[in-house]
């Protein structure tokens, strides 16, 4: 921990606090700001953080994994926290069928609520604004669940595709089932979006429909007409304006990226050019005129060679080699977190670091928080300077940060705290 912090300080960092009260986390200032209410992964369970310093274990089943050939445990991707964060929901797995829970976040207690979902691979959920309905997906149908009752409607249906679509590859570099996992799963790092807006249903279409291998694009059900329609057709990494009137996402024009505001009121297409290749964008908050995005670009590759043989050799041996025998390198990256005002297009870099990526990104009020999956580099240079790895020692974790924009101060919330959300 101390070889972190020391890191961490390196980078310019004005406070840093480990606030979380989870037994792997100690507290390193005597006095902090609280933080909101949010519910994440961590020691793969999830926890409610009230947002007054404590934490609640909310479920005890574990993450999606195979137990007698059977799959079981939470689909950590389908965490979704109501507006007024009085309830959190996912789908868990049991006897390989999905089944969706809800919370009090107050209790921790399950609601008597049961649905039960065919198989597919990213359950899709989403409160209503008012959080008194869930929303939920099965495969092409999409249902409105209303939580005092208990009943669902089917709301519209989908027409499935005629042809097959691609399938993703893999990846042996040992920071990327991290990344997968914070940026929901997909091989390429993009995110879909599933949100509820007063007038209707905001989303990323299935895979099963799309036949895209990744989600790409923009759908919006309206409540009121009941038409479905499309809104893009290259959106990605989508999220909603807190007014609710806009989206911003990324764009992928060949081998580059850019960052699109779609106006959810006359379709209006705005692109804003950003230096660098972007990769995740947030809305700063209410009325701030504020977009923030992070960029990563590859520096080079991690050196290996300081590491000793054995541990080189194994470490090759995950990533591969070229056909006369060259191993594969491992990327190294330099990532960045970007403030930008819309109306003057100015740029602040609040965040560098040399990290894998930055897996995921929010604006809460004044602060940012996001979660950064650690690259390779610090731990082959403790390693080879004999410094003494904790057991419980990773090559790549997940450091989850809260960030000021208007002081720059930055906190490392916590170790290992995945997939977090937010009312």
Do not use: C
């Not at 007024?84 to 006897?95: M, T």
């Not at 947030?282 to 043989?309: C, K, Q």
């Amino acid at each position: 921990m101390t070889q972190l912090i020391r890191q961490v300080m390196k980078q310019g960092i004005v406070a840093l606090t480990l606030m979380l009260t989870l037994p792997l986390l100690v507290s390193a200032a005597q006095e902090t700001a609280v933080l909101p209410p949010f519910a994440a992964i961590f020691a793969e369970q999830i926890y409610w953080f009230d947002g007054q310093g404590t934490s609640r274990q909310i479920s005890d089943a574990g993450l999606a994994r195979f137990v007698d050939n059977q799959r079981q445990g939470i689909i950590d991707t389908s965490l979704v926290v109501s507006p007024n964060g009085a309830r959190l929901a996912y789908v868990i797995l049991a006897n390989n069928a999905l089944n969706i829970v809800i919370h009090d976040t107050a209790s921790g207690d399950p609601l008597p609520f049961s649905v039960t979902l065919g198989n597919m691979p990213y359950p899709d959920l989403a409160f209503s604004p008012d959080g008194g309905s869930l929303y939920y997906r099965e495969g092409l149908r999409f249902f409105r669940a209303d939580l005092d009752t208990g009943e669902s409607e089917l709301l519209f249906s989908l027409h499935p595709p005629t042809s097959g679509g691609g399938g993703g590859g893999g990846s042996s570099f040992p920071s990327d089932p991290l990344f997968w996992r914070e940026r929901t799963g997909y091989l390429s790092g993009n995110t879909s979006i599933f949100t509820v807006t007063p007038d209707g249903l905001l989303y990323t279409p299935p895979l099963e429909f799309s036949m895209n291998p990744e989600p790409v694009g923009l759908r919006f059900y309206d409540f009121q007409s009941g038409i479905d329609s499309v809104l893009s057709e290259t959106i990605t990494n989508v999220v909603l304006s807190p007014e609710g009137n806009a989206v911003l996402g990324i764009e992928y024009v060949g081998d580059t990226a850019q960052i699109v505001m779609l106006s959810l009121v006359d379709g209006a297409r705005t692109e804003i050019p950003v230096q660098g290749t972007p990769e995740l964008v947030a809305w700063g908050d209410a009325g701030s005129n504020m977009i923030f995005y992070t960029t990563r670009a590859r520096v080079g590759d991690v050196n290996l060679e300081l590491l000793p043989p054995d541990m080189r050799e194994t470490l090759y041996d995950q990533t591969g080699r070229t056909v006369d025998g060259t191993p594969i390198g491992i990327p190294r990256y330099d990532v960045t977190l970007v403030a930008r005002f819309l109306e003057s297009a100015q740029e602040t870099i609040l965040w560098r670091s040399d990290a894998w990526a930055i897996g995921r990104l929010a604006a809460v009020g004044d602060d940012v928080f996001f979660s950064e999956i650690t690259g390779l580099q610090q731990w082959i240079a403790d390693i080879a300077s004999g410094l003494q790895r904790p057991e419980n020692d990773s090559p790549s974790r997940v450091l989850f940060y809260r960030l000021d924009w208007e002081s720059g101060a930055v906190e490392l919330v916590g170790i290992d705290i995945q997939h977090a959300v937010f009312p």
